[in-house]
């Protein structure tokens, strides 16, 4: 024990995550990465957010406009990352919550004049009422050992909280996880919305995405045990595919399809074709 503490022992094995991606996105786009559960897609989109804590080292240059990402930690606030777990203060109420988060971001020139309790009251009420967790406003937050809302409900309120951030690169994982398949794609359309509005530059990556989701999105990044296999506009992943000699599934949706193509048990080959 005194040799580990000293730091004398031997140094565990590094690993490489991902491997040369390259790839440019440009404000208003939204990215879409795919990838099998530990192909590396929660890596990139920490790394992309410039949350580069935890890893041994990160090599190659991460351009953020004209900043390099040394120089982007500054603008820590401008690119956020909304985790798969939700990890919230268990014990502050929804309303507790959303304000801290308001308290941190109040823009100094608001609409009307209006002041920052007013302000405070309107945004929280509107986030609310467009998430439709109106009745969970006096009601904990809650985690694994206290009791609170749902899970739906407190990914919600994740969502709810990295809008309020206002940042200008949002990094999404699998943040529709535990919605149902209405709320998820509303949850997706308001991602377009903000994106288009605000200029923002956004990555979302989702497992058993729908079609209707999938064709809000700009590009698709395909990710295979930490490799870059497809960048590009999300309107010729399929065909690429396709194009490669992977057998064509016109009954499963373009997510689903790209994704299995990275899969050795899933993928099949086209007649003709082989490993």
Request: glycine share 8%; charged share 25%.
């Amino acid at each position: 024990p005194v040799i580990k503490w000293l730091g004398w022992g031997l140094k565990p094995e590094e690993a490489t995550l991902l491997h040369e991606f390259r790839g440019v996105c440009k404000p208003g786009e939204m990215v879409l990465v795919l990838g099998k559960p530990g192909s590396g897609c929660t890596t990139f989109l920490k790394t992309i957010a410039n949350q580069r804590y935890g890893y041994t080292g990160v090599t190659g240059d991460v351009y953020y406009g004209p900043w390099t990402a040394k120089e982007f930690k500054q603008y820590r606030s401008e690119a956020v990352y909304n985790g798969e777990d939700d990890i919230h203060h268990a014990t502050l109420t929804v309303e507790q919550t959303l304000a801290f988060a308001l308290d941190a971001k109040m823009p100094a020139k608001r609409p009307g004049n209006m002041s920052k309790s007013d302000f405070k009251e309107h945004i929280i009420s509107t986030l609310l009422r467009m998430f439709n967790i109106v009745h969970t406003r006096n009601t904990v937050v809650g985690d694994h050992f206290v009791r609170g809302i749902s899970g739906g409900e407190r990914k919600r309120v994740s969502i709810a909280e990295m809008m309020i951030t206002n940042a200008c690169i949002l990094s999404w994982d699998n943040s529709t996880r535990g919605l149902d398949a209405s709320t998820a794609l509303d949850f997706a359309k308001s991602l377009r919305i903000q994106t288009d509005l605000y200029k923002t530059t956004t990555f979302v990556s989702l497992y058993q995405a729908s079609e209707n989701i999938y064709k809000l999105f700009d590009k698709v990044l395909v990710i295979d045990q930490g490799r870059q296999v497809f960048f590009g506009q999300a309107s010729e992943a399929r065909a690429y595919f396709e194009d490669l000699g992977f057998a064509p599934r016109p009954r499963q949706t373009t997510p689903d399809y790209v994704t299995g193509c990275t899969d050795e048990f899933e993928r099949q080959y086209a007649p003709g074709r082989s490993e």
